[in-house]
């Protein structure tokens, strides 16, 4: 049955909310079997520890509370992940922290730890920013949620097709909109033994910006949202 495919069945929730030119981002995660009224306390928190416009509290509430609904929506549906071993990508600028790095995850594992792995490959590669160990997390479970939810409906393909039309293959598609097909990666055969040629594009990149460069990017972006 549906849930995510980690050893805690927490939910990536993604906020981006502007009001009157002001703007509030932010990503985390959610255990969905809290109590409703923790969205609330939750949103009232961080409008007061933000120092944010009261009209925040409705508009946090809300966007969390529409994401949980959808992740409540596939519960209790069959999945059907065909491919295993699947290629995961990061590619996330925090603060002044960038970060590139793509590998293989396996999603019948269920005692996985997207948390740990972070933390881990932030020890690994000398990340000192707090905030960039959560940030890959997060990459990390929206891209195994896209897995999880796709995989109902290719249960819902293979149960109506299972007599001649097969269920459609699921591979990684994050929401920032990465996809990778595994048979260009693996080769029909499906084997994860990575091939030489392409060992570069299983190596993590970390590049530290400028204070300069980091107010350009933001600039960018603010014009781009705009």
């Not at 946090?60 to 699947?86: N, P, R, W, Y």
């Not at 600028?93 to 019948?108: G, P």
């Not at 269920?167 to 499906?190: C, E, Q, R």
Request: proline share 5%; with cysteine; glycine share 6%.
């Amino acid at each position: 049955k549906f849930r995510m495919p980690t050893a805690e069945n927490l939910v990536p929730i993604r906020l981006d909310i502007d009001i009157d030119g002001q703007r509030f981002k932010d990503a985390f995660t959610w255990n969905p079997s809290d109590p409703d009224s923790e969205v609330s306390n939750f949103a009232k928190r961080t409008v007061k520890d933000l120092k944010l416009p009261p009209a925040f509290v409705t508009q946090i509430s809300q966007s969390i509370q529409t994401q949980l609904a959808e992740f409540h929506s596939f519960e209790g549906q069959d999945m059907h992940i065909k491919e295993k071993i699947v290629p995961l990508k990061i590619d996330l600028r925090v603060n002044n922290t960038v970060i590139r790095d793509q590998f293989l995850w396996d999603v019948s594992n269920l005692e996985s730890d997207p948390e740990e792995f972070a933390r881990t490959f932030c020890q690994d590669m000398d990340i000192g920013d707090p905030e960039v160990g959560p940030a890959i997390a997060v990459s990390i479970r929206e891209q195994l949620y896209e897995i999880a939810t796709q995989s109902v409906s290719s249960a819902r393909e293979a149960r109506v097709g299972k007599k001649g039309r097969r269920g459609s293959d699921i591979v990684a598609n994050s929401k920032a909109g990465n996809t990778v097909d595994l048979g260009k990666l693996f080769g029909s055969k499906g084997s994860v033994i990575r091939k030489r040629k392409e060992w570069y594009l299983y190596e993590p990149i970390v590049d530290i910006l400028s204070n300069e460069e980091v107010g350009a990017l933001d600039a960018r972006e603010e014009l781009n949202a705009r």
